[in-house]
C-alpha cells in the first residue's frame, strides 16, 4: 500500500474542547461533593443518602461522570493513537473501551436513580 | 592544552552490525570554545567519523544532534557548558545513515505537507506586497526557525507518529503563514491541521520550546493555530 501524508481529517478540534470542558466540570463537581459532605456532617450511612437523595446531586454526580467518561474516552483514545500501530486492533480497543464507558453510563445512572 | 573526553555513538551500517560507543579524547587550545571546534579536531585525530556541518554560526541547522542527552547545535554549544565525557548521538527517533548523520526525509516531508509558502492568488504588484510594521511584528519568533529539528526529534508524539504528527518545527511554519497577512489560505490551512493526529497529537509538554537553538516557541505558536480553529469553529 503507498504511505503518503493525507492531511485533515476535519476532526479533533471538538474533541480538544471537550476534554478541557470535561475537565472543568470535574473540578466544579469536586468542590461541590467536598462541600455538600461537609455541610451534611461525616459520612455515615444516613449521611450520604440524604445527600444523594436531592435532584441536583442525582443530576451533578451524573454530569460529572459523564464529564470522566468522555474525558477518558478522549484519553484512553490518544494512549491507543500514540502506541498501538495495527489499525485493526487499534479500531478493536477502541470499540471496546466504547462499549465499557457507554455501559458504566448506564450503570452510573441505574445506582443513583436506586438510591 | 587539555583533554577532553568524548564519548561518541558510532555506526556505519556498511561494516558495523549494531551501533556502539567510541571512548575518544582530543586536546584542546583555549581558543576552541565550540562543541563543533572540539569536533573538528576529533576528526583530524579519526576521520572516519561522520558529522553534518557548514556554517558553523546556527544558521544553516546542520550540526543538530544529542549533546549530553539533550538536543542542540554543536556550533552554538560552549565547551564550558558541558560535563564530561561529553556523550553525542544522533537526533534521536529519526533512522541513521552513519554515525552523527540522520535521515531527515520525514521530517522535511512533515514540514512540506503545511505547504511553507506564501499562497496569495492576487496579482503581483509591480513591486512587493507590502505589509504594515504591525502585520510584520507578528511574523517575529516564527520565521526565524532554521529547520535543524532539534525540537521534533525531542517530542514523543513525533517519535510515536512521525508520518502523522506533523511536529513542533512544521506547525511553528504553519503557523508562521497563518500569522502572515499577505496569505490568503488561512482556511485551508487551518482544515489541513484539523486532524487528531497533525495537530492535536501535540500535548504542550514544551520539549521542543526547552531545545530549540534560536530560542523560539513552538508550543506558544501550536496554541495559537489551535486559537484560530476556536474562534473559526465556535
Known amino acids: 500500500m503507498v504511505n503518503r501524508i493525507v492531511v485533515g481529517a476535519g476532526y479533533g478540534l471538538r474533541d480538544w474542547i471537550a476534554q478541557r470542558a470535561t475537565a472543568v466540570i470535574m473540578a466544579v463537581y469536586t468542590v461541590i461533593l467536598l462541600a455538600a459532605v461537609v455541610a451534611n456532617g461525616g459520612s455515615t450511612y444516613e449521611a450520604w443518602h440524604g445527600l ?64 | 592544552m587539555a583533554t577532553v573526553k568524548f564519548s561518541i555513538y558510532r555506526y556505519d551500517p556498511d561494516k558495523d552490525d549494531k551501533p556502539y560507543m567510541q571512548d575518544i579524547s582530543v586536546e584542546l587550545e583555549p581558543i576552541d570554545r565550540k562543541l563543533l571546534d572540539a569536533m573538528v579536531k576529533l576528526k583530524a585525530k579519526d576521520d572516519s567519523l561522520a558529522f553534518r556541518r557548514s556554517c558553523r554560526e546556527g544558521v544553516c541547522g546542520s550540526d543538530a544532534m544529542n549533546i549530553n542527552g539533550k538536543n542542540g547545535l554543536a556550533c552554538l554549544t560552549d565547551m564550558d557548558s558541558l560535563a564530561q565525557p561529553i556523550v553525542l548521538r544522533p537526533l534521536p527517533g529519526l533512522p541513521v545513515v552513519r554515525d552523527l548523520i540522520v535521515d531527515m526525509t520525514q521530517f522535511f516531508k512533515q514540514y512540506h505537507s503545511i505547504k511553507p509558502y506564501l499562497i496569495n492568488n492576487d496579482p503581483a504588484p509591480e513591486r512587493e506586497r507590502l505589509q504594515s510594521p ?37 506547525l511553528l511554519a504553519a503557523y508562521r503563514f497563518l500569522a502572515d497577512t499577505r496569505d490568503q489560505a488561512t482556511n485551508e490551512r487551518l482544515d489541513n491541521l484539523e486532524d487528531p493526529y497533525r495537530l492535536f497529537r501535540c500535548h504542550s509538554i514544551m520539549n521542543c ?7 523560539l516557541n513552538p508550543t506558544k505558536a501550536i496554541g495559537k493555530i489551535k486559537d484560530m480553529m476556536v474562534r473559526r469553529a465556535v
Open chain 1, 52 to 115: 444523594f437523595a436531592s435532584g441536583f446531586m442525582k443530576f451533578a454526580t451524573f454530569l460529572a461522570l459523564l464529564s470522566l467518561f468522555y474525558h477518558a474516552w478522549i484519553g484512553v483514545r490518544d494512549i491507543f493513537m500514540d502506541y498501538i500501530k495495527p489499525t485493526g486492533l487499534r479500531l478493536g480497543l477502541m470499540v471496546v473501551v466504547i462499549a465499557a464507558l457507554v455501559g458504566y453510563a448506564g450503570w452510573a445512572a441505574q445506582i443513583l436513580w436506586r438510591l
Open chain 2, 209 to 215: 520550546v526547552d531545545v530549540c537553538p534560536k530560542g
Open chain 2, 134 to 170: 504591525e502585520d510584520r511584528e507578528e511574523l517575529n519568533g516564527l520565521y526565524e526557525c532554521i529547520l535543524c529539528a532539534c525540537c521534533s526529534t525531542s517530542c514523543p508524539s513525533f517519535w510515536w507518529n512521525p508520518d502523522k504528527f506533523v511536529g513542533p518545527a512544521g
